[in-house]
């Protein structure tokens, strides 16, 4: 196969990254395997060739973003103190919601990835791990509410147009500093 023929044909990495642009904007149900074939340039049955359901082509965009997270449970359970253990997860989320902006945006807003997420028992018991990190042992409503509140404006930047210029370690900041305005400042109540 000649050089030219091998950079027409994107393979694995030019459809994942297709594929996660597009279901960054049209979400993964209202995105289609013709949709990626058109976007990266190759036929259907192309893309078959790599990834034979769509399923796949979720998975495989969305493994960046779970191996992270599994490495951010790992981490912070490391920690003995429970609030030592919700700054570390805090950080690590941070880190993850920069690198992964575009895979952020699916993994926390789509339902068909939230179905997907909860029909595997494995994702499913990693974001409970996630969660009890971060709240801590027995929760009150009000420090369920501050996490759910944090994990849904993890979404925020990845989504929102005002926030696209933002640079990384200002965005890295600005999360950090809401986590620990939410999940470590001293209850008022």
Known sequence: MSSTAERIRPGRSGILAAATRLFATHGVSGTSLQQIADATGITKAAVYHHFPTKEEVVVAVLAPALEAIQGIVRT??????????????????????????????????????????????????????????????????????????????LLGPAQDPSCADIDDDALRAGIVRAGRRLLLADDDA
């Open 76 to 153: 912070a359970g490391a920690h003995e103190d429970p609030r030592a253990a919700t700054e570390a997860a805090i950080i690590g989320l941070a880190d993850q919601a920069v690198t992964h902006r575009q895979r952020w945006a699916v993994l926390l807003q789509d339902a068909a990835v939230e179905e997907y997420v909860r029909n595997n028992p494995d994702h499913d018991e990693l974001f409970t791990r996630l969660r009890l990190l971060l709240t801590g042992p027995d929760p009150t409503p009000g420090t369920r509410l501050q996490v759910s509140l944090f994990l849904s404006g």
